[in-house]
């Protein structure tokens, strides 16, 4: 039996578990705080470290924020801050980011064959239905976004850095932040316009609300978003660590043998 490490990473904490192929937890899953600053030397160390209280696995799947192709890294919003998420980047760590290959350094540090993808990714692959346009969103820190097309994952949109209005880009206007400073009432109304407005530009057949956050929407709002709307639980973000490996193109996995 094929069992997979499964790593989320997020702005504010890295959670962990190992699964079997079914997706059934072989281990309770572990967290600790993301830490800052984080070059990717360090991210390295704290995902061992933190797989080094888990069980062995054969395969890694990590989802990370940011924008990803192939496993390399276009982007990272937060990993480049110095103290996280709405900090002062660091012009140092945004060099080292830049283009740094994750996918390999992970293979190499653990020894088996690693995939590695956007977090909202990660958490599609463990809610989609795998027929028809389906969009994930996942909101959280900040708002994260994936898009399968008959089960097969498109290439990545950062839609989370897009302007939307006030000069606000969709990760500060629905991100975690913002739904402190207006309570879940007026947060949630605004989900539901970032829902309203999105449905033209994908016309989706499903949209899935995933994220830590998803669970706080009321439910006047979700009601209002239509029946094509889905909140799903955050422990998808683990549980797709292994349906990610048959919805992902090839040229995004590291097959490599371990040794």
């Known amino acids: 039996m094929v069992t997979t490490l499964a790593i989320d990473c997020g702005g504010g904490g890295i959670k962990a578990t190992v699964l079997d192929e079914a997706g059934t937890m072989r281990a309770r899953p572990m967290r600790v705080p993301t830490p800052y600053p984080l070059p990717p030397s360090l991210f390295v160390k704290t995902l061992l470290d933190l797989a080094g209280q888990l069980p062995t696995a054969d395969r890694l799947t990590v989802g990370m924020p940011g924008m990803l192709r192939h496993g390399v890294v276009v982007a990272t919003p937060h990993y480049v801050t110095r103290s996280g ?5 660091d012009p140092e760590l945004l060099a080292e980011w830049s283009g740094y290959d994750v996918r390999t350094a992970l293979a190499d540090a653990f020894g088996v064959p690693a995939l590695v993808l956007n977090d909202a990714e990660v958490h599609g692959a463990g809610v989609v239905a795998g027929s028809g346009c389906e969009l994930v969103l996942t909101l959280g820190t900040g708002l994260g976004c994936a898009l399968f097309d008959g089960g097969v994952l498109a290439p990545h949109l950062e839609l989370s850095q897009a302007p939307v209005r006030w000069g606000m880009t969709y990760d500060t206007y629905v991100g975690e932040p913002e739904r402190r400073r207006l309570g879940d009432g007026f947060w949630s109304r605004r989900v539901r316009q970032v829902v309203d407005g999105l449905r033209p530009v994908f016309r989706w057949d ?12 009321r439910p006047e709002q979700l009601a209002r978003m239509g029946e ?19 919805l992902t193109p090839p040229a995004s996995v590291d097959r490599r043998p371990a040794g």
């Open 85 to 89: 998420p709405r900090s002062r980047v």
């Open 206 to 217: 499903r949209i899935y609300l995933g994220g830590g956050n998803s669970r706080l929407i």
């Open 228 to 246: 094509d709307v889905v909140v799903v639980p955050n422990t998808a973000a683990l549980v797709g660590g292994v349906r990610a490996w048959q």
